[in-house]
């Protein structure tokens, strides 16, 4: 049953999104409070996390799914199937603040953190739109991954934060020119 | 030439993702870095389309069901071919990702963003969509 849950779930938000991938309870067990998805759902047990490349898109588009209304559809299904299960499922926009998504990812096996800490994602760069179901349905969870970055530090020589990117001073940070040069 | 009938849905103030017309962002949103009233944007968009436009604005209500809200909605999505389909459980998370929503003669021109008056006019005029801005939260 958690097969086929899981398969249904991938299969439709693999329809909109790039990357789709599964976090369970289990993963997060070392998650500092302050980011935990179980501030968002308490009996929270898998944590779905899909991705959108934006590397054909103009500068504008940045954070934000380029088919909004379908992905919103596949979304709104996948919550509608699990709810019809008796799994309460909560959607987390990328804007949210409440938990991290790109740690989501990590954990979900869908990138990896980039020299500038930013999620590199395999075929989408530093591109990606991220967003995330947080549900109380078990699911099979997918590996973390690694690898992903080249570490060829094309991000790292153009940010403007250079020698301080580590600790990701925000008043440096969103400028873009890691997003355009990653060749990953 | 008919008039054009213009639909604006409206989330909850400070919860759209941009053009805030209530201040709930710092991007200043579509039209001014003043925060206006809807009143006062549709005064401006009469402007230039004072005549040729009917204008209906849709806000959503903790107080009473949305029902008319949700319906409306659901007519301009199945008219623009979207297959997405709004109920009371998912009417808040998608304006959060959605709002305001712009629709001509029921068809969305328009997300995220309050356009300015020509661009509402340029939108009206040619049945083409407004870009949408840059997310800026």
Avoid at chain 2, 3 to 12: A, C, D, L, S, V
């Amino acid at each position: 049953m958690i097969d086929q849950n899981t398969n249904t779930v991938k299969s439709i938000l693999n329809n909109i999104f790039d990357s789709v991938g599964i976090a369970d309870k289990e993963s997060f067990k070392n998650a500092p409070d302050k980011y935990h998805p179980k501030n968002i759902l308490e009996g929270f047990e898998s944590v779905i996390v899909y991705a959108q490349g934006n590397k054909n898109s103009s500068e504008r588009d940045m954070g934000s799914f380029s088919d909004l209304w379908g992905s919103l559809a596949a979304q709104n299904e996948v919550v509608k199937f699990l709810e019809s299960l008796g799994y309460k499922s909560v959607i987390i926009s990328g804007t949210s603040r409440s938990v991290s998504l790109v740690k989501m990812c990590i954990l979900a096996g869908i990138g990896e953190l980039s020299p500038v800490n930013s999620l590199v994602i395999k075929g989408l760069g530093l591109t990606a739109s991220l967003a995330t179901i947080i549900t109380e349905a078990p699911l099979i969870p997918d590996e973390e991954i690694s690898g992903v970055c080249i570490k060829c530090m094309k991000c790292m020589d153009v940010c403007p934060a250079t020698d301080i990117a580590y600790q990701r001073n925000p008043d440096k940070c969103g400028c873009g020119k890691c997003r355009n040069i990653c060749p990953v | 030439m008919d008039k054009k009938y213009i639909q604006i849905f409206e989330g909850k103030e400070n919860e759209s993702s941009c053009g805030s017309t209530s201040g709930g962002c710092s991007c200043g949103g579509g039209t001014s870095t003043t925060a206006v009233t809807i009143d006062e944007l549709l005064k401006k968009y009469l402007t230039v389309l004072d005549g040729i436009t009917n204008f209906n604005v849709y806000k959503i209500s903790d107080q009473q069901d949305n029902d008319e809200f949700i319906n409306k909605l659901n007519e301009v999505l199945h008219k623009s071919g979207e297959k997405l389909i709004i109920d009371k459980t998912n009417l808040e998370f998608v304006l959060s990702q959605s709002a305001p929503i712009f629709a001509v003669d029921g068809k969305i021109i328009s997300i995220k963003n309050y356009p300015d008056e020509k661009q509402l006019y340029d939108a009206v005029m040619t049945g083409k969509k407004i870009p949408v801005k840059k997310s800026c939260c």
